[in-house]
């Protein structure tokens, strides 16, 4: 087999949607060399998958993207409701969600926010980042086959343009290859879940007079409720162009040749409640809404993320957040074991954390559905109804009873009824304002988080510091540390007086080690008599060293 193989790489990435780059992305600011390969020619050209929450914004942060994000997602800057409304016209009509972040809230958790960015304008920012950082990225290129054994994945790519075929090997293989997953499917790995849930077809069409019909009115999604003509519209730039969501109905025999102009045409006008706007169908997608998680999140050397790991329900957006920080989650672990700093052990909490995470999210969007009246879905009684936690607390309130943590309290729901941020070991690091001293550049916590496991202590902290030193040097790994406080030995300030140790649930005696992604993998409430001893033993069990 050796002879025959016409590339190496560590990481071959199957599919470069939203996933995919984002794996991408992450993979090359870890200096973790990969190919990807994609069998459709571009990024995305239909405005979908728009919603990103708090955390997946925090990722592209740390990442040196948020900004350009932002900025492709300037035309939707002022959209933030969720509106519901038999029509357009008259005064009907009641704000599911008037703001998705009232009063600033999120500012108290994180240093990022909400951001509405269609999958058409956020690949290609994923897409030019992820070549600046030396990825190799091969569109119209498609994976037809793949080997595993103990030492790598082989497979072989097609060039879909020229039929061109080669053999590439690699040491670890991702699958983001879609809900379809012909990866998941060569692997045998079943799936759990509800299923199928409702199916929509996407229009998308320009319209200059629905601007006035629509008004003052600046909502992400509307819920146009009629029973003649129901659906879910979403502008683009709020101007001209325009997505409408209608139900469909395959399970009846209805097709997709069903949807002519004229009939999508005719619907719109109907749901919006105005007759004679003009209206110019520019595509057509189907889509289909379902709860399926996948039963094991790999096998070997072949790990799966985004759609291929699980299907959710549209309403909330939670799909493509999830599958982002899947592959955030993934990135850093085989970034790790890839430069020998841990063990391949570590790549197993990978389905141990994620999963579960999957399972509880998909469940919350069901409900959301629901809950919203999404148009063509018609709940199991089952799945509505109940106690929910919040969007917020969904988004970034999640934690890891079991995987790459050491302390986690395994009775913790995954997510829980409230957010809560305390520095509990397996939940997302608390959010603090910091500088460094004498300079009046500010940084969040979660900036620190990125390459490396971080060692945070207060300024008192000399013993954990120099532990840190020690243990790094006998590991051959980075461990970076720093003291907060504002004594003399601090490397951190806090800003407006916070107590960095009271926000972590430990004493200023005590040290947190937190994870390349963010989440608290270790907490020692105050100080030990041997601070290199338990740090040694803490490490080496997080690194899955032997």
Same mark, same amino acid.
């Given at each position: 087999?050796?002879?025959?193989?016409?590339?190496?790489?560590?990481?071959?990435?199957?599919?470069?949607?939203?996933?995919?780059?984002?794996?991408?992305?992450?993979?090359? !600011?870890?200096?973790?060399?990969?190919?990807?390969?994609? !069998?459709?020619?571009?990024?995305?050209?239909?405005?979908?998958?728009?919603?990103?929450?708090?955390?997946?914004?925090?990722?592209?942060?740390? +990442?040196?993207?948020?900004?350009?994000?932002?900025?492709?997602?300037?035309?939707?800057?002022?959209?933030?409701?969720? #509106?519901?409304?038999?029509?357009?016209?008259?005064?009907?009509?009641? $704000?599911?969600?008037?703001?998705?972040?009232?009063?600033?809230?999120?500012?108290?958790?994180?240093?990022?926010?909400?951001?509405?960015?269609?999958?058409?304008?956020?690949?290609?920012?994923?897409?030019?980042?992820?070549?600046?950082?030396?990825?190799?990225?091969?569109? %119209?290129?498609?994976?037809?086959?793949? =080997?595993?054994?103990?030492?790598?994945?082989?497979?072989?790519?097609?060039?879909?343009?020229?039929?061109?075929?080669?053999?590439?090997?690699?040491?670890?293989?991702?699958?983001?290859?879609?809900?379809?997953?012909?990866?998941?499917?060569?692997?045998?790995?079943?799936?759990?879940?509800?299923?199928?849930? #409702?199916?929509?077809?996407?229009?998308?069409?320009?319209?200059?007079?629905?601007?006035?019909?629509?008004?003052?009115? !600046?909502?992400?999604?509307?819920?146009?409720?009629?029973?003649?003509?129901?659906?879910?519209?979403?502008?683009?730039?709020?101007? =001209?162009?325009?997505?409408?969501?209608?139900?469909?109905?395959?399970?009846?025999?209805?097709?997709?040749?069903?949807?002519?102009?004229?009939?999508?045409?005719?619907?719109?006008?109907?749901?919006?409640?105005?007759?004679?706007?003009?209206?110019?169908?520019?595509?057509?997608?189907? $889509?289909?809404?379902?709860?399926?998680?996948?039963?094991?999140?790999?096998?070997?050397?072949?790990?799966?993320?985004?759609?291929?790991?699980?299907?959710?329900?549209?309403?909330?957006?939670?799909? %493509?957040?999830?599958?982002?920080?899947?592959?955030?989650?993934?990135?850093?672990?085989?970034?790790?074991?890839?430069?020998? %700093?841990?063990?391949?052990?570590?790549?197993?909490?990978?389905?141990?954390?994620?999963?579960?995470?999957?399972?509880?999210?998909?469940?919350?969007?069901?409900?959301?559905?629901?809950?919203?009246?999404?148009?063509?879905?018609?709940?199991?009684?089952?799945?509505?109804?109940?106690?929910?936690?919040?969007?917020?607390?969904?988004?970034?309130?999640?934690?890891?009873?079991?995987?790459?943590?050491?302390?986690?309290?395994?009775?913790?729901?995954?997510?829980?009824?409230?957010?809560?941020?305390?520095?509990?070991?397996?939940?997302?690091?608390?959010?603090? $304002?910091?500088?460094?001293?004498?300079?009046? !550049?500010?940084?969040?916590?979660?900036?620190?988080?990125?390459?490396?496991?971080?060692?945070?202590?207060?300024?008192?902290?000399? %013993? $954990?510091?120099?532990?840190?030193?020690?243990?790094?040097?006998?590991?051959?790994?980075?461990?970076?540390?720093?003291?907060?406080?504002?004594?003399?030995?601090?490397?951190?300030?806090?800003?407006?007086?916070?107590?960095?140790? +009271?926000?972590?649930?430990?004493?200023?005696?005590?040290?947190?080690?937190?994870?390349?992604?963010?989440?608290?993998?270790?907490?020692?409430?105050?100080?030990?008599?041997?601070?290199?001893?338990?740090?040694?033993?803490?490490?080496? +069990?997080?690194?899955?060293?032997?």
């Amino acid at each position: 087999m050796e002879e025959h193989i016409d590339e190496r790489v560590p990481v071959l990435i199957a599919g470069g949607s939203l996933v995919g780059l984002s794996a991408s992305l992450f993979l090359g !600011r870890l200096g973790v060399e990969h190919m990807l390969v994609e !069998r459709h020619a571009g990024t995305s050209r239909h405005p979908r998958g728009r919603g990103n929450n708090v955390r997946t914004m925090e990722l592209f942060r740390v +990442a040196g993207t948020e900004a350009l994000i932002h900025e492709a997602a300037s035309l939707l800057a002022d959209n933030h409701g969720i #509106f519901q409304t038999p029509s357009l016209t008259g005064d009907a009509g009641e $704000w599911l969600l008037k703001d998705i972040d009232p009063g600033n809230g999120v500012a108290r958790f994180s240093p990022s926010g909400w951001c509405v960015c269609s999958q058409n304008d956020l690949e290609p920012v994923l897409l030019d980042c992820a070549l600046k950082l030396g990825g190799d990225l091969r569109y %119209s290129t498609e994976l037809l086959s793949f =080997e595993q054994d103990a030492d790598g994945v082989t497979g072989i790519i097609q060039d879909r343009e020229t039929g061109k075929r080669r053999t590439v090997r690699a040491d670890y293989l991702i699958a983001a290859d879609g809900p379809r997953s012909p990866i998941r499917g060569h692997l045998g790995i079943g799936q759990t879940g509800h299923g199928d849930l #409702f199916h929509n077809v996407s229009i998308t069409f320009r319209s200059r007079a629905l601007a006035d019909v629509v008004g003052d009115r !600046r909502f992400i999604v509307c819920y146009l409720t009629g029973e003649d003509a129901d659906g879910a519209l979403l502008p683009v730039d709020n101007t =001209e162009n325009w997505v409408f969501h209608a139900p469909w109905q395959p399970d009846t025999g209805e097709t997709l040749e069903d949807f002519t102009d004229e009939r999508c045409i005719a619907h719109i006008r109907r749901a919006v409640g105005a007759g004679d706007i003009d209206v110019e169908i520019t595509g057509k997608a189907p $889509w289909h809404a379902a709860e399926r998680v996948a039963e094991r999140y790999g096998e070997g050397r072949v790990f799966l993320a985004g759609d291929s790991a699980h299907e959710m329900s549209p309403t909330g957006a939670f799909g %493509s957040n999830t599958g982002i920080q899947d592959a955030h989650n993934l990135a850093w672990k085989l970034a790790l074991v890839l430069n020998g %700093s841990a063990g391949p052990g570590l790549l197993e909490s990978y389905g141990a954390e994620r999963r579960p995470v999957a399972q509880a999210t998909s469940e919350r969007a069901s409900v959301r559905s629901a809950e919203h009246s999404h148009p063509g879905y018609a709940p199991a009684p089952e799945m509505a109804g109940g106690r929910q936690s919040g969007m917020l607390t969904v988004a970034m309130g999640y934690c890891y009873p079991h995987g790459a943590v050491l302390g986690a309290d395994p009775a913790l729901p995954v997510v829980p009824e409230r957010m809560r941020i305390t520095g509990d070991p397996g939940t997302r690091a608390p959010h603090m $304002w910091l500088h460094p001293p004498g300079t009046m !550049r500010t940084l969040s916590t979660l900036d620190l988080y990125e390459r490396n496991f971080v060692l945070l202590t207060g300024s008192g902290g000399a %013993s $954990w510091h120099t532990a840190a030193e020690h243990v790094a040097a006998r590991l051959s790994v980075t461990l970076d540390a720093y003291r907060i406080g504002e004594g003399p030995g601090s490397d951190l300030v806090p800003e407006s007086g916070s107590d960095w140790a +009271a926000l972590h649930g430990a004493t200023n005696e005590g040290a947190v080690v937190v994870r390349p992604d963010g989440f608290v993998a270790w907490r020692s409430t105050g100080g030990v008599p041997d601070p290199e001893a338990v740090l040694l033993d803490t490490m080496t +069990a997080l690194l899955h060293r032997s």
